[in-house]
């Protein structure tokens, strides 16, 4: 019969792999923001309404890094007396059909001494693979192919225990090689299970492929006083003794089987293949991605406190997103080339001065608070905005940095109302962030809780977002 490729390609392992490579070659620019005014009570943040007014919450907008986007797989650690599946053509990536350990990630070719399907999903662990290099069989049953090791700069960028990084590699030593081979013994009628050799060792015939062979498990099933010549046995499982020296790309089971089974009808051994089912790994090679279904990309956001502080003064922050294809206010891209870390204020920023019986103290406003701005026509916004951030500016003026989505409103000379003691404000300056509200695209919204600290020296901040395709 002819082998079909295993490696199908896999459509949502190559849109992952898509969108990665457009971050790494910078035709996709991503950012991400960090911001918001008060600790998030909803759930589901990435609605259609909140996506239509992200460009309120955020306060800092910086480059993602395209080293910090990757794709991965789940990560299936083994562990001691845990199940595992073995590997076929319908696995999918919540099988636990190969795992990791010690930084090493195997495929996982059998998980039985005699690998039926009754006793597939069905034996637990006990011994850890520990090779480096091609398929090994353990004394539980279970056998695995190395497939790559993590590095220690993946391990870091993925930064998690759900997921791992998977290269773009391709195994070519196990190409056109067998990686599973299983019999369902209740497909054989218990006649046909009893043949007259022990253990027959079946050398796989090919066209093209040699070397491999599987192993016919029996046990004696025949009077103890029959001679050696009449004795029988009962075939129980089937096994891999050879995965192959050159690849295979056809192969015949039954002219196999009918080449050492020389007693057995030719009825008997069609009865026997059927139940056999053997696969192969393609020509081309084993690629890791496909094997693994790694259809996720991880991306990670970061930045330090200095960052923060040399683009605007708040402090604490409650929400972050990613974006995609952020514009500056003339159109062009706010991010271009390798500026990996550039970042820029996205606060509306005003210098107010106190009239009548305001206060001047800076400490009268909350992050939070509700203020109205004034235009110096006199009109009003009709959304109330938000601080999130007050510092004393000299001659008892006070600066303000505000989330609003009616920036055009603010201008030197216009107003600022506080409805929580209804005190006024003149604006003396104006400050607008020189980015396009609501540009580009809005990826995620994620809450966060973090609060720069001036005992804390470049505090960090760090979001990871698995995006699933």
């Known amino acids: ?79 001691r007396g845990q199940v595992y599946n073995k590997w076929n053509s319908s696995s ?56 790559y090791t993590i590095s220690a700069t993946d391990k870091a960028n993925v930064n998690s225990s759900e997921f791992i990084a998977v290269p773009d590699t391709t195994v070519t030593t196990h190409s056109g090689k067998i990686l599973t081979a299983e019999i369902d013994l209740s497909e054989i009628s218990s006649s046909n299970l009893v043949i007259g050799e022990k253990n027959p060792v079946i050398p796989i015939l090919s066209d093209t492929g040699s070397g491999a062979s599987i192993r016919l498990n029996t046990i004696v099933v025949s009077s103890p006083y029959a001679t050696l010549s009449e004795r029988l046995y009962k075939i129980i499982g089937v096994e891999t003794i050879n995965h192959g020296t050159t690849p295979y790309t056809d192969f015949e089971l039954i002219p196999s089987l009918t080449a ?89 920023k005003l210098t107010i001065v106190p009239l009548g019986t305001a206060s001047s103290d800076p400490s009268t406003f909350e992050i939070g608070d509700n203020v109205v701005i004034s235009s110096i026509s006199g009109s009003s916004q009709k959304q109330n905005s938000k601080v999130v951030s007050s510092k004393q500016a000299p001659f008892t003026r006070i600066n303000l940095e505000v989330h609003t989505t009616q920036l055009d409103t603010a201008t030197t000379g216009g107003k600022i109302t506080f409805p929580k003691n209804d005190s006024i404000y003149t604006i003396s300056s104006v400050t607008k962030p020189n980015i396009k509200q609501n540009s580009g695209k809005t990826l995620h919204i994620g809450a966060t809780r973090f609060s720069l600290d001036d005992n804390v020296v470049n505090k960090r901040f760090f979001a990871q977002v698995i995006q699933r395709f």
Request: cysteine-free; proline content about 2%; glycine content about 6%.
């Open 92 to 147: 999918t990536s919540n099988t636990r059909h190969y795992v990791s350990y010690n930084n090493n990630v195997y495929l996982i070719l059998d998980n039985s001494v005699n690998n039926t399907i009754r006793e597939n999903g069905k034996i637990p662990v006990s011994t850890p693979p520990v090779h480096t290099s091609g398929v090994v069989k353990y004394n539980d049953g279970y056998s695995y192919l190395y497939l």
């Open 1 to 79: 019969m002819t082998i079909a490729a295993l490696n199908a390609l896999n459509l949502s392992v190559a849109n992952a792999e898509k969108f990665v490579d457009s971050v790494k070659d910078n035709s996709r620019i991503l950012s991400f923001f960090l911001g918001g005014s008060s600790v998030e009570t909803e759930s589901n943040l990435n609605t259609d309404l909140r996506r239509s007014t992200v460009y309120k919450d955020a306060s800092i907008i910086k480059r993602v890094q395209p080293s910090y986007v990757n794709v991965v797989a789940k990560n299936i650690p083994w562990v």
């Open 260 to 348: 050492v089974l020389t007693d057995e009808s030719a009825a008997q051994i069609a009865d026997i293949a059927g139940a056999i089912t053997i696969g192969f790994s393609s020509f081309e090679g084993i690629r890791v991605r496909d094997i693994l279904v790694a259809k996720y990309a991880v991306i990670n956001m970061e930045l330090d406190s200095s960052s923060i502080t040399g683009e605007i003064d708040q402090t604490s922050f409650f929400n972050f997103g990613i974006l995609e294809d952020v514009q500056k206010t003339d159109g062009q891209k706010l991010f271009t080339g390798d500026d990996t870390g550039e970042s820029f204020s996205n606060q509306l």
